[in-house]
T-cell receptor, first 115, second 111 residues
Framework: AQSVAQPEDQVNVAEGNPLTVKCTYS??????LFWYVQYPNRGLQFLLK??????LVKGSYGFEAEFNKSQTSFHLKKPSALVSDSALYFC?????????????FGKGTRLSVIA | NAGVTQTPKFQVLKTGQSMTLQCAQD?????MSWYRQDPGMGLRLIHY???????DQGEVPNGYNVSRSTTEDFPLRLLSAAPSQTSVYFC??????????FGPGTRLTVL
């Protein structure tokens, strides 16, 4: 079975400081990992994904994430937070060996960037 | 491309009423899915489809029906609405690169 955990419901960070939103996963095979962002009253937008290759993945809006197989983690990071980064962030996973199966999403982490 | 479109954006139903949430995509994606989003629960999968004529249940399928007669459309039917179905509903489609595209959502209130 596939699962994703986002251990923090809320992350607060000052504008200009680095931010990290945590995600750990569990799959039986190799993971496909994703981050999505949701702004108020909007649908989810794709940020970045890890399929294979370099463990450090760069995505939209200056975000990046690092795949760590030994720690089964895929934390989202940004070197300098902006107030406009305030949103709800979702991590998702799919087992690469499971065929065309659905993504499993975490419960989301609300990021608040304070000016 | 319009991407994934959903109608209506808002809907209020009375308990026991039925309705269909519409979802369409113009990216020729085989895979489509429906999620509901509730506070503190994240996104929960209701039903999904890997192609026309093929549907399967997700995590929370009870009270919902789907069909997939064309690649483009994937409607979600509530047969007899209940207050527990008050939620925000998202349709999504996924292409061969594994990137999933979401519609703007339908906010449903069942009184």
């Amino acid at each position: 079975a596939q699962s994703v955990a986002q251990p923090e419901d809320q992350v607060n960070v000052a504008e200009g400081n680095p931010l990290t939103v945590k995600c750990t996963y569990s799959v039986s095979g190799n993971p496909y990992l994703f981050w999505y962002v949701q702004y108020p009253n909007r649908g989810l937008q794709f940020l970045l994904k890890y399929i294979t290759g370099d463990n450090l993945v760069k995505g939209s809006y200056g975000f990046e994430a690092e795949f760590n197989k030994s720690q089964t983690s895929f934390h989202l990071k940004k070197p300098s937070a902006l107030v406009s980064d305030s949103a709800l962030y979702f991590c998702a996973v799919r087992d690469s060996n499971s065929g065309n199966t659905p993504l499993v999403f975490g419960k989301g982490t609300r990021l608040s960037v304070i000016a | 491309n319009a991407g994934v479109t959903q109608t209506p954006k808002f809907q209020v139903l009375k308990t026991g009423q039925s309705m269909t949430l519409q979802c369409a995509q113009d990216m020729n994606h085989e895979y489509m899915s429906w999620y509901r989003q509730d506070p503190g629960m994240g996104l929960r999968l209701i039903h999904y489809s890997v192609g026309a004529g093929i549907t399967d249940q997700g995590e929370v399928p009870n009270g919902y029906n789907v069909s997939r007669s064309t690649t483009e459309d994937f409607p979600l039917r509530l047969l007899s609405a209940a207050p527990s179905q008050t939620s925000v509903y998202f349709c999504a489609s996924k292409g061969g690169n594994n990137e999933q595209f979401f519609g703007p959502g339908t906010r449903l209130t069942v009184l």
